[in-house]
């Protein structure tokens, strides 16, 4: 079955500090692959996607990630964590359906 | 900017009401989608819609319905709610790469 998985409820990082969100996924042919956030009160966002080529995705407010088919992930980084950053982000995969599929979500806490 | 609204931020019903939640895009999109968002599940498609009057089941369509009369207005209906309807409940329009999402309404099932 195609999916997306976030194997951590919750991750904790000072501020300042670099950051790693974690996904995995299970899909046969070529991943498409998103990751979107949602800050307190606010609705969610899309932060950015990988279709092909460059591993190292761009997106918004500093953040890229990086997609290594060999461990089928694609992780959500940033160099240095802002308090601000604090949110409940999502992976999200599509699957080829007219919809996208989205992990459970980890909430992220940067400490200042 | 592309603005979805819904109509409720918050609301609270019966067991065996029937509800309507009210979703309005201003981007002229074609696809719309309502989703439920419960801790630790992420979000599950309920709903979608790729065109005025045309709709297909996401994920968990059971107990719900939706409507989709213009392009701007997507409706979710609970022909009955239950308890276990209780949830947030999010609207989004775009592509499907693309999607901007309302901010939700919280829905408690009493």
């Known amino acids: 079955a195609q999916s997306v998985a976030q194997p951590e409820d919750q991750v904790n990082v000072a501020e300042g500090n670099p950051l790693t969100v974690k996904c995995t996924y299970s899909v046969s042919g070529n991943p498409y692959l998103f990751w979107y956030v949602q800050y307190p009160n606010r609705g969610l966002q899309f932060l950015l996607k990988y279709i092909t080529g460059d591993n190292l995705v761009k997106g918004s407010y500093g953040f890229e990630a990086e997609f290594n088919k060999s461990q089928t992930s694609f992780h959500l980084k940033k160099p240095s964590a802002l308090v601000s950053d604090s949110a409940l982000y999502f992976c999200?995969?599509?699957?080829?359906?007219?919809?996208?599929?989205f992990g459970s979500g980890t909430r992220l806490q940067v400490q200042p | 900017d592309v603005k979805v609204t819904q109509s409720s931020r918050y609301l609270v019903k019966r067991t065996g009401e029937k509800v309507f939640l009210e979703c309005v895009q201003d981007?002229?999109?074609?696809?719309m989608f309502w989703y439920r968002q419960d801790p630790g599940l992420g979000l599950r498609l309920i709903y979608f819609?790729?065109?005025?009057?045309?709709?297909e089941k996401g994920d968990i369509p059971e107990g719900y319905s939706v409507s989709r009369e213009k392009k701007e207005r997507f409706s979710l209906i609970l022909e009955s709610a239950s308890t276990n309807q209780t949830s947030m409940y999010l609207c989004?329009?775009?592509?499907?790469?693309?999607?901007?999402f309302g901010p939700g309404t919280r829905l408690t099932v009493l």
């Open positions: 981007m002229d999109h074609e696809n």
């Open positions: 999200v995969l599509d699957t080829g359906r007219r919809a996208l599929t």
């Open positions: 989004a329009s775009g592509t499907k790469d693309t999607q901007y």
């Open positions: 819609s790729y065109d005025v009057k045309m709709k």
